[in-house]
Each structure stands twice: as structure tokens, then as C-alpha cells.
């Protein structure tokens, strides 16, 4: 048990490295998508730019999930209360 709490802290780790790198990506990304889901001009992509939107909060999702596993694991692993 103690390995894969070893474990789930790494990749909380990585996960929280990761996310650190592309979050200003991530809401650029957001915001030009908001952009172009207000333009009136976008009608007929409307369904193609909400795909985009929830892909990419399906990541941050993922990510933000992996690094608060992480985070529990690493205490649980130190014997801290959660």
C-alpha cells in the first residue's frame, strides 16, 4: 500500500508540474473559445466550439483530480489527517 501512495504522489506531483506549465495556455484557450462562442458570426460552429470547451476542462478536470489524489496520498503516506 505504502508504494502505490508513493506512487499517487508522484504522479499528483507531475500532474500539479504539468498543469503549472500549461494553465495560461489553458485559459487562453478559454477565453478565445468564449470569444467565438459570442460571435454572432459562429452560428454553425456553436457545437464544435462547446466540444472544445468541455475538452479542455475535461483535462484541467483530470489534472486538478490527479493532483489532489496526490496531495491525499502524500499525506496519508506521512501519516498526517486529512
Avoid: S, W
Wanted: proline share 1%; glycine share 4%; aromatic share 4%.
Amino acid at each position: 500500500m505504502e508504494v502505490d501512495l508513493q506512487n499517487e504522489a508522484r504522479r499528483g506531483r507531475a500532474a500539479r508540474a504539468e498543469l503549472a506549465l500549461i494553465k495560461e495556455h489553458l485559459e487562453e484557450e478559454k477565453h478565445r473559445l468564449f470569444g467565438e462562442f459570442c460571435d454572432p458570426r459562429n452560428e454553425d460552429e456553436v457545437y464544435l466550439i462547446k466540444e472544445e470547451a468541455k475538452a479542455l476542462q475535461r483535462v484541467e478536470d483530470f489534472l486538478n483530480e490527479l493532483v489532489t489524489t496526490g496531495a491525499l496520498a502524500e499525506k496519508t503516506n506521512t501519516g498526517d489527517t486529512v
